[in-house]
């Protein structure tokens, strides 16, 4: 499967910002979808997960309550709504996806199979 992300840009601390990741192919849901990011300088980490159902979602303790991970496997597409930006937030931020049918949401980058290219969020104070 092949992943494609977009929707990053610059935008002020407290502001919002959408990402989407649509992937190719007619399997899409079977794969869980999970969102990771990379700040300079820094580890690339897990920031949000959610299974091939949609029914069970995952997040990163500091993202709780300002991020939401959506899917519509109709379009290929999950989204991750970011609200509350904070310049922590800044990075590069690359969706990912799982083989088929696995039912572990993982937060590891090493549960996840397939990787597109990022899409950068620049959050500024």
């Known amino acids: 499967v092949q992943l494609q992300a977009s929707g990053g840009g610059l935008v002020q601390a407290g502001g919002s910002l959408r990402l989407s990741c649509t992937a190719s192919?007619?399997?899409?849901?079977?794969?869980?979808m999970g969102w990771f990011r990379q700040a300079p300088g820094k580890e690339r980490e897990f920031v949000a997960a959610?299974?091939?159902?949609?029914?069970?979602?995952r997040y990163k303790d500091s993202v709780k309550g300002r991020f939401t991970i959506s899917r519509d496997n109709a379009k290929n597409t999950v989204y991750l709504q970011m609200t509350s930006l904070e310049p922590e937030d800044t990075a590069v931020y690359s969706c990912?996806?799982?083989?088929?049918?696995?039912?572990?949401?993982?937060?590891?980058?090493?549960?996840?199979?397939?990787w597109g290219q990022g899409t950068e969020v620049t959050v500024s104070s």
């Open positions: 990912a996806a799982t083989k088929p049918w696995t039912v572990v949401v993982g937060v590891k980058l090493g549960e996840y199979d397939y």
């Open positions: 192919g007619r399997t899409f849901r079977m794969y869980t």
């Open positions: 959610i299974s091939w159902s949609g029914d069970t979602t």
